[in-house]
C-alpha cells in the first residue's frame, strides 16, 4: 500500500478549493479526502474513482484554514495519509 504525492491546492473561492494529487502505486479502488477546519469542527470526507486524482471541495467556510488528507483505498485497506493545508478566501 502506498501514499499519494504531490497534494496541490489550487482555485480558492470564500466557500471552495480544488484539491489535485499524484497518484497512489498499485490499483487504488478509490481515494478518501478528509477535511476539517485547523481550528476545530467537524470532520468531513468525500470519495473518488481510483482512477480520479482531482476534487472539488464546496460549502466551505470563508477565511478559514483547512487540514487535508487525501488517503488511498486499496483492496487490502488503506494507504498512509498526504496531508496538506488550504485557505478559503475571506
Given amino acids: 500500500r502506498g501514499s499519494p504525492r504531490d497534494l496541490r491546492v489550487s482555485d480558492e473561492t470564500v466557500s471552495s478549493m480544488q484539491l489535485s494529487w499524484a497518484a497512489a502505486p498499485g490499483r487504488v479502488s478509490q481515494y478518501r479526502v478528509f477535511y476539517q477546519p485547523t481550528e476545530g469542527g467537524e470532520m468531513k470526507e468525500v470519495t473518488v474513482?481510483?482512477?480520479t486524482t482531482a476534487t472539488l471541495l464546496k460549502?466551505?467556510?470563508?477565511?478559514?484554514?483547512y487540514q487535508l488528507a487525501v488517503r488511498a483505498r486499496y483492496?487490502?485497506?488503506l494507504g498512509e495519509p498526504l496531508q496538506g493545508t488550504g485557505t478559503t478566501l475571506e
Avoid at 460549502?59 to 484554514?65: H, I, V
Fill in 75 to 77: 483492496a487490502s485497506g
Fill in 49 to 51: 474513482k481510483g482512477d
Fill in 59 to 65: 460549502n466551505l467556510q470563508p477565511g478559514t484554514e
